[in-house]
């Protein structure tokens, strides 16, 4: 069965950097585009990195535009999240969830669009 599973959260201070890691299997990751998602506490889960088949598309809420990359290694089966400058308001629960979008050309970015989700990875920035 499909698996996603999020690893390299934890707790940084704030201006400080983490690598967050999804490793897939049990699906062509290839034919999948990659989506990054957040849930802060008492907040609804946000969209905040997308990332197509390829990688050449690429979705950042504007809150992390510039601080935030995503990218995606189809060899090793696995999307990154480079999180850089981390601010307190970052701290959520990060999820990776993946949509098949082989033939399509429009980059999903709506959580109700994926269809498979990792268990999440949590993150704080400290002040």
């Known amino acids: 069965q499909v698996q996603l599973v999020e690893s390299g959260g934890g707790l940084v201070q704030a201006g400080g950097s983490l690598r967050l890691s999804c490793a897939a299997s049990?699906?062509?990751?290839?034919?999948?585009?990659m989506g990054w998602f957040r849930q802060a506490p008492g907040k609804e889960r946000e969209s905040v990195a997308a990332?197509?088949?390829?990688?050449?598309?690429?979705y950042y809420i504007d809150s992390v535009k510039g601080r935030f990359t995503v990218s995606r290694d189809n060899a090793k089966n696995t999307v990154y999240l480079q999180m850089n400058s981390l601010k307190p308001e970052d701290t959520a629960v990060y999820y990776c969830?993946?949509?098949?979008?082989?033939?399509?050309?429009?980059?999903?970015?709506?959580?109700?669009?994926?269809?498979?989700w990792g268990q999440g990875t949590q993150v704080t920035v400290s002040a």
């Open positions: 969830a993946a949509k098949y979008n082989r033939g399509r050309s429009v980059l999903p970015v709506s959580e109700t669009e994926y269809t498979y």
């Open positions: 049990g699906l062509t990751f290839s034919n999948y585009a």
């Open positions: 990332l197509s088949l390829a990688g050449t598309k690429t």
